[in-house]
Nanobody, 120 residues
Framework: VQLVESGGGLVQAGGSLRLSCAVS????????IGWYRQPPGKQRELVAH???????NYADSVKGRFTISRNNANNTQYLQMNSLKPEDTAVYYC???????????????WGQGTQVTVSS
C-alpha cells in the first residue's frame, strides 16, 4: 500500500484547505482509512477515519469543521478542513490500517505527511 498526500500549506485562521491522499498498491483488507496529525512537540493523533463497518469517527476537536470523503473511482481520499484554527497546525498523515494480502499481518501504512500551518 502506498499513500501520497498533497494539499497542505499556509492559511489564515478561519480559512479552508483540502488535503488529498492517493492510495495505490494492493489493498486486500482495509479496516480503517483516514487521517492523523502530529502537532509540533506532540504525539500523533487521530483526526478522522472511516471504518470497515461503515462508520466515520472524528476527533472532538475537529467535529463540525472537518469532513473526510473518498473517490473510489480514482482511489483518492480527502480531508476538507474548514474554519481552521492555529491549533490545527500540524503535519497531517494519511493512514490505512489493513493488510496487502492474506499472508501479511494487519498493520498501519502511512503517507509521507503534509504540513498545514494556520496563522492567527
Amino acid at each position: 500500500v502506498q499513500l501520497v498526500e498533497s494539499g497542505g500549506g499556509l492559511v489564515q485562521a478561519g480559512g479552508s484547505l483540502r488535503l488529498s491522499c492517493a492510495v495505490s498498491g494492493s489493498t486486500f483488507t482495509i479496516n480503517t482509512i483516514g487521517w492523523y496529525r502530529q502537532p509540533p512537540g506532540k504525539q500523533r493523533e487521530l483526526v478522522a477515519h472511516d471504518t470497515r463497518g461503515g462508520s466515520t469517527n472524528y476527533a472532538d476537536s475537529v467535529k463540525g469543521r472537518f469532513t473526510i470523503s473518498r473517490n473510489n473511482a480514482n482511489n483518492t481520499q480527502y480531508l476538507q478542513m474548514n474554519s481552521l484554527k492555529p491549533e490545527d497546525t500540524a503535519v497531517y498523515y494519511c493512514n490505512v490500517w489493513g493488510r496487502e494480502n492474506y499472508y501479511e499481518p494487519v498493520k498501519d501504512y502511512w503517507g509521507q505527511g503534509t504540513q498545514v500551518t494556520v496563522s492567527s
